[in-house]
């Protein structure tokens, strides 16, 4: 995805010559051998071991992290000078607090027992809101007698970049400076060579009996089952306000609990027959809210912890049209952000050009610096558009044309984009092919520098068209015409439905296989098919450039042992020539590109395909920690009692994959929408074996609301509405 390998691998130019990368993912310290505790708020996210704990040292990607620097780098709790012992930790179902419990291990002095284990408990309470990490530390003493405990907080901050902590090396860094230390806080700041201050602020209640630039020690007495709580702000560059880390603590806790009922507060809500899989909803919803950040624009959707917390374009997009039947004010946000940031000229440095939308934003100093390109980085062949799609799709959900008819100029130079800068050849197709060698090789979304191949598995040689990136141009001219003629512009509405049939019939001819059996994953530069079974011809079916005699073999092709896993479809089927299952894009299993695949195979009516790769990801997610997606998962086939096997540095929670069984949900029942007469859809509706019943609550049309309940007898789906508000109705057809 996006940034992640393409720009930190080894990789070919243009010309083939594969060069050394400046940068990559380190994979010596696995996130998933971690399994970390993470939270997000805005622009600021954090990372702990179970402990509660941030311990720094080579690979390590814990501690805070705001604007893409890590701002609190090392983290470390002890109880008379020990490590406590993990009775367990947790994340709230709403991601809104974090919780460690603990308990002193043996603790001996000259050599003689002190304090027997499990005598003091102490209980870490965290959470972020608005750049600021708060904690309570609860310490109960469970003993028959009197206690002493000496806590001690030892802390740092390197202000990394967060491209060094994946691993970047760089020959100069700015200024650290000596720590500020005063009764009750340190503040540790660091000059970058952009010229930026920047300064963590550590405030403390009570205050400590011994406080250093590294170091909080706190010497705390307590009576038998008595409990004393400390405090500790973390600021990231803020200034600190008048009032006490305690006082913070709760009154900063209750803003955020009423921030998170709030942001979901209009978003419909899932139950379903399945309690595992009504975690696994929960756990959705959480982690899409947690990673939304307000813009000026609205809701914004972040791409993932810990790497790609930040604007991605083809992420958000993504996001945006898998959860538009729960909230569509998601989209919106979308929508007018990427809007707002859409490319005015060309600038080779940043592969900017009129009309293009954005790949990734990022804040940090090597970013200002130009140490990495990506500050304002428009790198991306499909998110151009994926805008454009979801614009039609945002219109057919919500019947809102005005919102569309503020946003149409922006479509407009999308579409001229694709037309102007996209056919680089003048072949009808959109290729991409990076203005410097700064960019990223591969603009698709799989743009780790091998993911694009022939079948004798040399590299393929741009500029090169991809499979999918012409199924989102068709689905680009069709929501195009759609949203035309919305507004009332007959010409330009019949011009863009042609164009969208003359690239049909165009694709059908280049990119269609018989002896594969389904569509090519690309066209190389010199127009040569790179003849690989991949997941990209599933993509086909998700915007309806297939036509419908080409459907069942695709659907075949896809649902082969080769390349079904069990779990989902990989991304490269096992029969070709650079398939590794534990690569990131060659054989892996992604949540997101399976949850289009499904919509496609439920639009072209192959509901119980759909169903399979619904059932293959929920199971997955039995065994994964929190029922959280990761960004991907390892392509070994599904052994019976067996869990998949994790990618060492895939994120989670990662935005598009966590709502992957929102999206397939929808895939499953049917679900659609008329909102010129207030009408809820479900066509040809089924559920995975799984599920027995499901209930939808609070769906939004202009019109009102609804509440559906849906329940299997024998072999169909019945549909009942429980409730409703305003003219709103169900219609269901089989």
Not at 667 to 673: A, E, H, V
Request: proline fraction near 6%; glycine fraction near 8%.
């Amino acid at each position: 995805m996006d940034a992640r390998t393409d720009p930190f691998a080894p990789r070919p130019d243009e010309f083939g010559t594969v060069r050394t990368p400046q940068f990559f993912i380190a994979a010596s310290a696995p996130l998933q051998e971690r399994r970390p505790r993470t939270q997000k708020h805005g622009d600021t996210f954090s990372m702990f071991d179970h402990n509660g704990d941030a311990l720094s040292g080579p690979g390590s990607p814990e501690g805070i992290f705001h604007r893409d620097t890590r701002y609190l780098s090392h983290f470390f709790l002890t109880i008379g000078g020990e490590r406590p012992l993990l009775l367990s930790s947790m994340l709230r179902d709403d991601n809104a607090l974090l919780t460690f419990d603990l308990a002193n291990p043996d603790l001996y002095e000259d050599g003689k027992l002190t304090l027997q284990h499990d005598l003091i408990h102490i209980r870490r309470t965290r959470f972020l809101w608005n750049g600021a990490c708060y904690e309570r530390i609860s310490v109960r003493n469970y003993d028959e007698a009197p206690r002493k405990i000496r806590l001690e907080l030892a802390f740092a901050s390197d202000f990394a970049d967060l491209f060094e902590v994946r691993g970047a090396r760089r020959s100069q860094r700015g200024e650290m400076h000596a720590p500020k230390v005063e009764s009750d806080r340190v503040t540790l700041a660091y000059t970058g060579l952009d010229k930026v201050l920047r300064r963590t602020i550590l405030r403390f209640d009570p205050v400590p009996v011994t406080l250093t630039g590294a170091n909080a020690v706190f010497e705390v007495e307590l009576q038998p089952r008595q409990t004393r709580q400390l405090f500790v702000e973390i600021l990231c560059g803020a200034e600190p306000q008048q009032y006490t880390p305690r006082r913070l603590f709760f009154s900063s806790l209750l803003d955020a609990r009423r921030a998170t009922r709030a942001a979901v507060a209009n978003a419909a809500s899932v139950a379903t027959s399945h309690d595992v899989f009504n975690e696994a909803v929960r756990r959705a919803v959480a982690d899409l809210y947690m990673l939304i950040t307000e813009t000026g624009d609205g809701p914004y959707p972040y791409a993932g912890i810990p790497w790609f917390s930040t604007v991605f374009g083809r992420d958000a997009l993504i996001t945006a049209l898998e959860t538009l039947w729960l909230d569509p004010a998601i989209a919106r946000g979308v929508l007018k952000h990427l809007a707002a940031n859409q490319a005015t000229e060309e600038n080779p440095a940043a592969d900017a050009e009129p009309g293009k939308i954005l790949h990734e934003v990022r804040y940090g100093e090597m970013a200002e610096l130009g140490e990495v390109p990506f500050r304002r980085y428009y790198g991306s062949v499909d998110a151009t558009p994926l805008f454009v799609v979801l614009a039609g799709a945002y219109l057919e959900r919500t019947g809102d044309v005005e919102t569309l008819r503020s946003l149409w100029r922006s479509i407009e130079a999308a579409l001229a984009w694709i037309s102007d800068y996209g056919d680089r050849d003048g072949d009808g197709f959109v290729e991409y092919g990076r203005r410097t060698l700064e960019g990223l090789a591969n603009q698709g979304w799989k743009d780790s520098y091998d993911a694009v191949f022939h079948a004798d598995g040399s590299l393929a040689i741009g500029p090169i068209a991809l499979c999918e990136v012409q199924a989102y141009v068709y689905g680009a001219w069709k929501a195009a015409a759609g949203i035309a003629h919305a507004m009332g512009l007959r010409g330009p509405s019949l011009d863009y439905e042609a164009k969208a049939e003359e690239l049909r019939a165009r694709f059908d001819r280049a990119f269609f296989d018989e002896e594969l059996g389904t569509y090519v994953l690309a066209l190389d530069g010199e127009k040569k098919p790179c003849r690989v079974r991949a997941s990209n011809a599933g993509h086909t079916l998700f915007t309806g450039i297939a036509y419908p005699h080409r459907a069942p073999r695709v659907v075949s092709a896809l649902m082969d042992r080769a390349s079904f896993s069990g779990w989902g479809i990989r991304t490269v089927a096992t029969t070709e020539a650079r398939y590794n299952p534990m690569s990131y894009h060659n054989g892996s299993v992604w949540p997101h590109d399976n949850a289009l695949i499904a919509a496609g195979l439920a639009r072209y009516g192959f509901r119980a395909e759909a169903a399979r790769v619904f059932e293959g990801l929920f199971m997955a997610s039995t065994y994964i920690d929190l029922r959280r997606l990761p960004e991907l998962f390892c392509g070994f086939p599904r052994q019976r009692s067996r869990g998949p096997t994790f990618y060492p540095v895939a994120c989670a929670p990662q935005a598009w994959a966590a709502v992957a069984p929102l999206s397939m949900l929808q895939s499953c029942l049917g679900m659609g929408f008329d909102p010129s007469s207030g009408t809820l859809v479900f066509h040809q509706p089924m559920l995975p074996e799984f599920l027995d019943e499901v209930t939808l609550r609070g769906i939004r049309l202009p019109q009102g609301r609804l509440d559906v309940f849906l329940r299997r007898v024998e072999s169909e789906v019945v549909v009942q509405v429980l409730d409703r508000e305003g003219d709103t109705r169900v219609t269901t057809t089989y």
